[in-house]
Every structure is written in C-alpha cells, then in structure tokens.
C-alpha cells in the first residue's frame, strides 16, 4: 500500500480545531491540499476555518502567497459537520485533548469512517503512540504526526513510527510535512520523541544548579545566554512554556524512562507549580511581568577593587586566561608557583574549585577559578570555593569586568554552570543517538527548529570536543556520586576514537 502526499486533489481531516489544528489546517491549505476541519465544540471548526482564512489572507497581504494561491486555499478549506465528513480524506491528523483513552476512542470512531488506505496521524506530543494505535483494527497505518506551536512558524514536525506503522506509512507523512514548508524528522516512539527529549538536559540541570545554591535563577540565565550563547535562559523559557505544562512533561518523561537519573525533574518546580506562579501567562513566574516583559533584578554591583599580581595555573584554557588578565592591566606572575599575594586562577574542565585548589597545592583563601570553554569574549564566571576570601573574590570580579564585558562570580560547582548545562545536553543527545531513537542528523535539525538552541547536540559536542565533554561528565560524576552525569557509550567511544559525534568520520 502507499499514498502519494503530493497528488493536486489530497485532502486532509483535522479533528480538533484549537490551536494546533488551527495551525496544521493553515500549512495545509497553503500547501493546495483540500482541509475538512472537526470539532466535537459546536461552532469551533467554523471560527477555525475563519481564523485560518485570516492568518492566510495576511500572508498574502505580505507577497508571501499569492492571490491565486490564497483564492485556491480558501475555497479548500471545508467546515464539517460530523466525523461523517471524514469519508473522503487521504490523511487524517487528530489534534485533540493529550487524553489516551479519548484518543482511543476517537481511533476507534474514525476507523469505522475512513477507508483502509487512509493515514490517521496522532500530533500527540508526550503519549505512546503505540498505546494510541493499540485501539485500531489496523494500527499499521497509524503513526505520530507532532508539529510545534505556533505551527506555521515552527518548521519542523516529528514522524513517529509505531510498533507496528508501517514504512509507507512513514514516507508519505515525511513528504506530506515538506509539501507543508515543514522539516520532518524521523522517530522512534519513545518517551518525548526527539526535541522533548533533547530538552531535557537544559532545563532540570539549571534547576539542579539553582538547587544546589551554585547560583540565583537570573545569574544562570545571564551565563547560558551570554556564555553559551542560548536566545533564552531556561528559566526564561519555563516561564513561557509555563509550569502547568513543562512540569508534568518533566515527571511523565521522567516516570515514562523508568527513572532515569539524567531526566530527574527537581521540587522547585513542583513547589512552584503549587504556588501558581506559572509564568508569563500568570503574570508572576521565576521572574515578575510587565506585560509580556519580564522584571529581572539586576546583576551585583561590580567591585572597584583589583588584584595586586594575578597567578594562572597551567593547564586546558589556562593561556587564554592569562592573556585576558594582562590585557586588563593585571601583573601576570610566570613563576611555577604563586606568590604569596598573588590572586591564584584556575581554568578547569568538569573539575570544582575546591578540587583543583588542593590538587596544585594552591591556597585555597586566594583561589578562584574562571571558565574559559566558550570564550571569554562575551561573558565570563568566575568561580569561588568555600574560603575563598571576600577581598579576593572581589579583586577577580573587579578585574574580569573592567573592560565592560559582564562577568557572574557563582559558587563551587563541578563544571562551572555552561559546561555542566551543555555536557548533559550533549549527552543526552548522544543516548538518543545510542537508543537508534533517530540519526544523528535528524537529532541535530529536531534541536535547533524545536528548541532554538546554538548548535545540536552533536554539533555542539564536535565543537567543544568529545574528549572535553566527557572530560567534564567523568568529573562530575566523580564528584558528585549522581548517575545522572555517567557518560553515553555513544559520546564515550567516538571521544575514544577521535571521530566526529554528528558524522562518523
């Protein structure tokens, strides 16, 4: 059996009609494809059909569709009356409530309506859709169907195979979401699929660093953007997401994976989540709203105060460090050890402060350390151990800072707050990799259209180095204890063989 996606007369049901419908009937129509819109809402598939003639209509208004096009989708675009005008769709994609047993039923109901060869698509975007198809007479046609909201601008769409979807099943959808403008990528059915999974070494391992006190929710959102180079800082993001919806992800992903450490969720947003402080929606989240605006506090004073002579430890990153220092007028020693005045840096990778103060033999009351695996050009941490003195801390902030470029001191973390952060979401990418979840290249292009981030994965991991990555998870794990930081066999043995994470070679 197959289906070609890109035949001039495919039409297309949605079931369900809210904002992801919306959406997927919008690219649809664009597409030429004939759109039969469903609700079960009296009256919700007729204001659908006319916001989706408005969005268009905009569109055309901006030369980025055509009067002929914008003509031929309006007059695609049919507003139902009952399921019963299913009969005739190609594809059928349901958009409703994320309710197993309702998706269930509505499988059961459309499979007595539509032919054989009709694709019915789940957009479900954290349920089994194994589970969904489970309740058809033929689960070989069902598979998974995920866009992202706002559909029309989020350009990439998840094909999710079933235990048992069939591969044309598969290959017409993937042609189907290019006609669309869309990028599909492929997917196994697991737990969050690519991009919710991807997403989850952002979030929680900020919440675990604010958990740990290593530093305040604005300052690491101040490095991940300034260091790392995220458009927004995690807490920034869950507050858009909102909790009443990232949460309950975080704990189903986490429950659905058995326990998996790396996707542990943490209490503070579960707390918060009680509280109602769920984001911009709210008014109040990890941040206050004016509007659409958040109300950060503003980073710490800067210090006046400067070192008197600085000492660099040698080691990975330890010339940059030291360049930067006698370019901001501070008196680099270039003996093998410090003097007894000299402010003492550090520049490790993985490693706390405390850790590398006693390992070189360093006092600790004069050490801090400074990261410098993403540069020092944009923004740079400065981090202190349990004594490091206030006047020191204060002469290294004072210093880091004078040539404008902000800099965030926070306390002893193994990895900083970005090599920790960017190492978990290396590694998980490279489990999904492990897992045969999707290749590499669909895991990298899932990452960047869904979540937004600098670089994929595996990209990311090519650029920072596999060795330094899993440099950074063995320290962590060493110091830590936690599961949560065990390498990726996957990341482990292409570190050990110096090939590429994203391409093999």
């Not at 309950?248 to 659905?256: A, L, N, R, T």
């Not at 001191?409 to 978990?424: E, L, M, N």
């Not at 962590?476 to 990726?488: E, I």
């Amino acid at each position: 059996m197959t289906l070609d996606a890109n035949r001039p007369d495919l039409v297309i049901g949605l079931v369900g009609t809210g904002a992801m419908g919306r959406g997927i009937a919008q690219i649809a129509a664009a597409s030429g494809c004939a759109v039969v819109l469903v609700d079960s809402r009296d009256g919700a598939a007729a204001e659908a059909r006319d916001y989706v003639v408005k969005m268009l209509s905009r569109l055309a208004e901006k030369g980025k569709l055509t009067a002929e096009a914008l003509s031929a989708a309006t007059q695609g675009l049919r507003v139902g009356s009952g399921m019963a005008d299913l009969a005739a769709c190609h594809v059928v994609v349901e958009a409703i409530v994320e309710n197993l047993e309702v998706k269930r039923d509505l499988m059961r109901e459309l499979e007595a309506i539509v032919s054989d060869d009709c694709i019915i698509a789940s957009n479900t975007s954290s349920l089994s859709v194994t589970a969904i198809a489970a309740a058809c007479r033929r689960p070989d046609r069902v598979a998974g169907f995920h866009f992202f909201n706002p559909v029309p601008l989020m350009k990439v769409v998840e094909v999710i195979d079933g235990v048992m979807t069939e591969t044309w099943v598969a290959e017409a959808l993937t042609v189907l979401a290019r006609r669309m403008g869309h990028n599909p990528v492929k997917a196994q059915d697991t737990p969050g699929f690519i991009v919710n999974h991807a997403g989850r070494g952002y979030g929680t391992e900020a919440l675990k660093l604010v958990g740990e006190g290593v530093a305040d929710i604005a300052t690491v959102d101040r490095i991940l953007k300034g260091a790392a180079g995220f458009r927004m800082g995690p807490f920034e993001l869950l507050d858009l997401t909102a909790l009443d919806v990232s949460h309950p992800v975080m704990e189903s992903i986490y429950d659905q994976y058995y326990q998996e450490p790396r996707y542990r969720p943490s209490p503070i947003t579960r707390n918060r989540l009680a509280a109602g402080l769920l984001g911009r929606k709210t008014g109040r989240g990890f941040y206050v709203y004016e509007g659409d605006k958040a109300v950060a506090p503003p980073p710490p004073p800067v210090p006046d105060s400067r070192p008197d002579s600085v000492w660099v430890a040698p080691g990975d990153g330890w010339a940059a460090v030291a360049t930067l220092a006698a370019r901001l007028g501070a008196t680099v020693e270039a003996g093998e050890r410090p003097s007894k005045g000299a402010l003492c840096v550090v520049a490790p990778l993985g490693e706390d402060c405390t850790s590398a103060a006693i390992r070189l033999g360093l006092d600790p009351r004069r050490t801090v350390a400074v990261d410098p695996l993403f540069g020092l050009d944009s923004h740079r941490t400065v981090m202190t151990n349990p004594l490091t003195g206030p006047a020191m801390r204060d002469a290294a902030h004072g210093l880091f800072v004078s040539d404008g470029i902000p800099a965030s001191v926070v306390r002893d973390s193994p990895g900083f707050v970005a090599q920790r952060v960017v190492a978990a979401i290396v590694n998980i990418g490279c489990d999904i990799a492990q897992q045969a979840i999707a290749t590499p290249g669909d895991i990298d292009k899932a990452v960047t259209l869904g979540l937004g981030y600098p670089a994929g994965p595996l990209a990311w991991g090519d650029k920072v180095g596999p060795d330094r990555i899993v440099a950074v998870l063995q320290a962590m794990l060493a110091l830590t204890g936690d599961p949560r930081y065990r390498v990726s066999p996957w990341l482990r043995r292409r570190a050990a063989l110096g090939v590429s994470l994203l391409t093999g070679e």
